[in-house]
């Protein structure tokens, strides 16, 4: 998997990269056929504390997938963000064994 980590307007240091390549490297635990994740860090405009942005768009095969998080840290706002991304590839993992053994009962030879 090829991951893509971009921070408009600032630089981000080693451990943040760090950081952020081994929590997305472990969705390939729940899928490996992800193709390319893009990481976006931006800081929001916005007056309050939880100004800080982490943005996921993951590419598979067949369909990409979009989720985004604010938090008080980059951190946190990567883990919230990878949650998410994780729920989603879950759902969907879920719902194609739902579809195939919906279809192994409707064809009992196969």
Known sequence: MEIII???HFT???LLKEYTEKKVSKLTHIDDR???CEVLLKLDKSGTDDNKVCEII????????????K????????TETV???????KKKIAKKRTIADEYSNLNPEN
């Open 12 to 14: 981000i240091n080693k």
């Open 34 to 36: 992800i193709i390319k």
């Open 58 to 69: 993951m590419n598979t095969r067949h369909t990409p997938m979009f989720a985004s998080s």
């Open 6 to 8: 971009e921070s408009p």
């Open 83 to 89: 949650h998410a991304i994780e729920k989603q590839l």
């Open 71 to 78: 938090s008080n840290t980059f951190e946190e706002a990567i």
